[in-house]
């Protein structure tokens, strides 16, 4: 059997674009002169090509000669040329594809209305006018512009695609996460449809965690614990969710949620599928919960009263506005209305009214009403009182909030408002005043003893309310400084109850960790349970990664339905629920989306819109 002959393998030469006017087009040999190509780039089909169909040029432009060398350059530009009428219009339309990707986005970022992308193309045109009336290449700019595709349906199609990446992104973090955490909470948009918002904390090996918003799923009927409980299965079974990963839910505390039996909560604890999971009432609701047994109705009832009857009225509005104006004592210009669903609320409105309770007198008065209550001791040392603890409660309500808030930081949080209520009585006790600027004012005090027992009541429900916190509080308290564990036996057994673990390993962890000298000292470091070894202290660590993923409040649900109440406005009401989703995704996720990946995925075309200006 004969031997297979090799074929053989030719390269082209750059001396030759000198010598016979060729030059290498991809992998094909071509004549700069007539634009023929040659089957192999060989020394032999050049020349003979060259002294065949061009021989007058060896006449007209010597060999080795400078005006030979100058024609073989405007020769390999005049191709070049010719090469770009044919690329310019690819790359203009890609460009005009990833910038309409990026202006969509930051539609959706903004919570825009899809339709407003040719509003945005038409004040850029109008712009580039004005902006690029000197340049030379103005008239380049203003045609790139037009090219951009920014129609209704272009920026739907856009948000689709986007929101789609996000998630993938999502989906690849999930998986190579540790443990996750879900925070749940639900609501109803403009049009009466119930909205079940789920957020998602993850920690990865390294001891870095992410906060995510996870999705939004409508609730078609009823908002019963079963009906929550089945359309979050049937999102973990179609997203695929490890489920088995699952520390921490947190939820808002509505019976649907938390229900004994029939809850949420209670349904996936009786799932085989669920791991067991920690769960926790928000605890933003419940230090608002601790905040309502303050018996001031009285006082709320009247001042509540008193704004509505002027803010509630255009004309009494305008005449205490324009007052308040005249007025050089004054420092603000309206009264603030009260709503129960602001956490904020009433602070600020009890703030806004005794600041301006000189103002609201001489008002009433000049119109005829009846101020004796304003003027009465009792009611106005009260009112003092209440604006002054409701300050205070402001203000642990600020510090719960936010993004990124571990559960720590929280148990920390209320740890320190208990103490400082403690602080707060033991000085009632002694008439000492320091931490009530309000009710200083209103010396001489009729009787402490009343709002000594108004702050103990609420420190009782601080300390009823966060029973489930503070079971976690000692644990916590030693994830964050592991050497000031004074005894051993009593922490490893509650680590054990609550972690599911065994109480000797972990004594053996503990009394390592405490003795490791090397580990003390980086113990001030913030990163300090990235440098445990995972194979000496596995327990440890893995407790230190379930604390980083809990959810300690539905700050980001509520935060969330903000954004929903704009997006899905009344001027909007007709937007899908998976488009919904789609700009909720964009709006608060923190994922970039990959725009050069959809131009190279997708032909791209110059907009064929007409913009009328």
Not at 126 to 143: P, V, Y
Not at 180 to 197: K, M, R, V
Not at 333 to 347: K, Y
Not at 362 to 390: C, P, Q, S, V, Y
Request: aromatic share 10%; hydrophobic share 40%; glycine share 2%.
């Amino acid at each position: 059997m004969s031997a297979v002959k090799k074929s053989k393998t030719y390269h082209f030469n750059n001396d030759w674009e000198e010598e016979f006017f060729f030059c290498m087009v991809k992998d094909k040999c071509i004549c700069l002169i007539c634009r023929a190509s040659v089957a192999m780039p060989k020394r032999g089909n050049l020349e003979r090509h060259h002294k065949t169909v061009h021989k007058n040029y060896e006449k007209d432009f010597p060999s080795q000669s400078e005006l030979r060398k100058r024609k073989v350059r405007d020769l390999l530009a005049c191709l070049k040329k010719e090469q770009a009428m044919f690329t310019r219009p690819v790359k203009q339309s890609k460009a005009a594809t990833i910038a309409s990707f990026k202006i969509s986005h930051i539609l959706a970022k903004h919570k825009k209305p899809f339709e407003d992308g040719s509003v945005v193309k038409e004040a850029f045109i109008e712009a580039g006018e004005t902006l690029f009336a000197e340049f030379k290449n103005k008239t380049e700019i203003i045609s790139a512009i037009k090219e951009l595709q920014l129609s209704r349906a272009t920026v739907t199609r856009r948000v689709e695609v986007m929101s789609q990446d996000m998630a993938d992104q999502l989906k690849h973090d999930i998986m190579k996460s540790t443990y996750f955490s879900l925070q749940f909470d639900e609501s109803t948009d403009i049009t009466d449809t119930a909205q079940l918002c789920i957020f998602i904390r993850m920690v990865f090996s390294d001891m870095s965690a992410k906060e995510e918003f996870l999705t939004m799923i409508p609730l078609k009927g009823k908002t019963r614990g079963e009906d929550i409980y089945d359309v979050f299965f049937n999102f973990v079974k179609y997203y695929k969710l490890p489920i088995y990963k699952l520390v921490c839910i947190t939820t808002d505390g509505a019976p649907a949620m938390i229900g004994n039996k029939n809850g949420f909560v209670a349904l996936c604890r009786a799932n085989d599928d669920f791991p067991s999971f920690f769960s926790f009432h928000c605890i933003i609701h419940q230090q608002v919960l601790c905040s309502k047994v303050l018996n001031m109705e009285e006082i709320m009832g009247i001042a509540i009263k008193i704004v509505n009857s002027i803010r509630a009225r255009s004309l009494q509005r305008r005449l205490f506005t324009l007052q308040l104006e005249n007025s050089e004592l004054a420092e603000h210009t309206d009264l603030v209305l009260h709503t129960d669903v602001r956490w904020l609320s009433r602070g600020k409105f009890l703030e806004r009214f005794q600041e301006l309770l000189p103002e609201i007198t001489a008002f009433m008065e000049e119109r005829g009403d009846d101020t004796k209550m304003l003027k009465n001791e009792k009611w106005l040392t009260d009112l003092a009182f209440l604006t002054d603890i409701t300050m205070h409660l402001n203000t642990i309500n600020f510090q719960l909030q936010g993004k990124g808030k571990t559960i720590i930081d929280m148990i920390s949080a209320i740890n320190a408002f208990k103490i400082k209520l403690q602080l707060m009585i033991d000085q009632l006790k002694r008439k000492d005043l320091k931490h009530f600027p309000s009710l200083k004012a209103r010396i001489p005090l009729l009787n402490y003893d009343i709002y000594e027992a108004e702050l103990s009541n609420i420190l009782g429900q601080f300390e009823i309310r966060f029973y489930d916190f503070n079971k976690l509080a000692n644990i916590a308290s030693f994830m964050s400084y592991p050497f000031s564990c004074s005894n051993i036996e009593e922490l490893a057994t509650e680590i054990a109850s609550q972690f599911n673990m065994d109480s000797c390993s972990v004594e053996n962890e503990l009394v390592q960790i405490i003795s490791d000298i090397h580990l003390k000292a980086t113990a001030s470091d913030t990163k300090f349970w990235c440098f445990i070894a995972e194979d000496k202290y596995p327990n440890l660590r893995q407790i230190a990664l379930q604390l980083t993923t809990m959810f300690g409040s539905t700050y980001l649900c509520e935060s969330a339905f903000s954004e929903m109440k704009i997006i899905k406005s009344k001027y909007r009401n007709r937007l899908t629920d998976e488009h919904m989703s789609s700009c909720l995704r964009l709006a608060l996720g923190n994922y970039v989306p990959s725009y050069e990946k959809y131009a190279e995925d997708m032909q791209c075309h110059a907009s064929t819109s007409k913009v009328t200006l």
